[in-house]
């Protein structure tokens, strides 16, 4: 991948293939960063990620993966890592659904894990494994992001849904 791209940290990149966000992802070497898929699709995505900006489609909800996002949240590029392990940068930029985004404006990440171990249990085996481990790992992203968040905008792709 050519590393000069300037997708990534600054502009949203989607998958041309399947629409989705696509996440940062820094190796331990600190220097060559990848985008890969979001997490919430597991680890057997049949393709590779194929990115372009994300003006090119609508992408799907940060949070859920709903394909029915409304909203755009601006915050903090949210890193998590572990000593001598690879860190992943989560981007300063999350697309949300209409339901997802009820809970950062109400600042209840912990509502929006119960949420997604709905929604993702039903798609995901790991999370229904264990939705607890799950819950855990979200909220060590969702809570200081949720936090950070300074500004929301309607997508400018967002349609009304047809049943409301
Ligand atoms: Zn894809
Ligand atoms: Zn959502």
Redesign the pocket.
């Known amino acids: 991948m050519d590393d000069t791209t300037p997708l990534g940290d600054e502009s949203p990149a989607a998958?041309?293939?399947?629409?989705?966000v696509l996440d940062t992802y820094y190796p331990a070497d600190g220097i060559s960063s990848r985008l890969i898929?979001p997490l919430w699709m597991g680890e057997h995505?049949d393709?590779e990620?194929?990115p372009v900006p994300m003006t090119v489609g609508a992408g799907s909800c940060d949070f859920c993966g709903d394909k029915q996002v409304v909203w755009w949240f601006y915050g903090a590029n949210i890193i998590t890592a572990s000593p001598g392990e690879d860190s992943h940068a989560w981007g300063p930029i999350w697309s949300a659904c209409d339901p997802c985004a009820g809970y950062v404006d109400r600042l209840d990440p912990q509502g929006l894990g119960r949420r997604l171990v709905k929604v993702m249990g039903a798609i995901n085996p790991r999370v229904r494994a264990d939705p607890r481990a799950a819950r855990e790992s979200w909220l060590l992203i969702h809570e200081p992001y949720i936090k950070s968040v300074y500004k929301k905008v309607r997508s400018p792709y967002a349609t009304d849904h047809p049943n409301g």
């Open positions: 998958c041309n293939i399947c629409g989705n898929h995505v393709h990620p194929d």
